[in-house]
């Protein structure tokens, strides 16, 4: 019987080989700490989706 391949994928932050199932919870991190340190990052804005600026908040009439 033949085995399916099982796809691998590289851990986003210290690039280990993931396997991608049910097996690894943390996918597409290896471990809790490898999500836990991306999570940091956008947090922090070390990470972030290129696009338009957002939209400043202009005071209101009332607000003078």
Known sequence: ???PNTPK???PVCK???IWSEASPY???CSERCKLID???WATEAHAIPGEPALQDTPEKDDY
């Open 9 to 11: 994928v590289d851990c």
């Open 27 to 29: 996918r597409p991190f």
């Open 39 to 41: 999570f940091g990052d």
């Open 16 to 18: 280990k080989t993931v």
């Open 1 to 3: 019987m033949k085995v």
